[in-house]
């Protein structure tokens, strides 16, 4: 038995033009939500887009091979509907919850919790330390990270090519 019935509906290839959308591809996605949000509206469910080569006439013994954009869409048949309705489970009522019964004398069924300790006050906290954690050190200049030309070399290597011929 087939369950789903579908349809293949071309895709939009020419977008209206709507106030207040500019891009191209916003008008473009815009005719495409409109197309799905409509065929939702008659219970259709998108299924996928596919690209199909078709052999069309050319004049008058030609023919090309033109490449369509489909959008296929799926719903389900009036039998297989009818059918899912049919066997779809039907939640039991929810139980009424248990009737509770108040006692009747406050004291009598209650038994007696024992007194909660007694809690001490907590002990203060310590001074704050009268100097700053983190000491001020006088801040120097920061230390060369790339040697210069001179010190590169040894004393004995010549500092120019002219010093050395």
Request: glycine content about 4%; proline content about 16%; charged content about 25%.
């Amino acid at each position: 038995m087939q369950q789903y019935e579908y349809r293949a509906v071309p895709a939009p290839t020419k977008s209206a033009k709507i106030k207040g959308v500019k891009d191209p591809a916003e008008r473009y996605a815009h005719a495409l939500s409109a197309l799905m949000n409509e065929m939702a509206l008659e219970g259709w469910e998108y299924w996928r887009a596919d690209v199909l080569p078709c052999t069309e006439r050319k004049g008058l013994t030609g023919s090309v091979t033109v490449y369509h954009n489909l959008l296929v869409f799926r719903r389900l048949t009036a039998d297989a509907l009818a059918a899912q309705v049919a066997h779809a489970p039907t939640a039991p009522p929810a139980p009424a919850p248990p009737a509770v019964q108040p006692p009747q004398d406050p004291g009598a069924g209650a038994p007696e919790l024992p007194a909660p300790p007694e809690q001490s006050p907590p002990e203060p906290r310590a001074e704050a330390p009268s100097r700053p954690l983190l000491s001020r050190m006088p801040e120097g200049s920061a230390p060369r990270l790339v040697l210069r030309r001179d010190e590169d070399r040894p004393a004995s290597a010549p500092t120019d090519r002219r010093d050395a011929e």
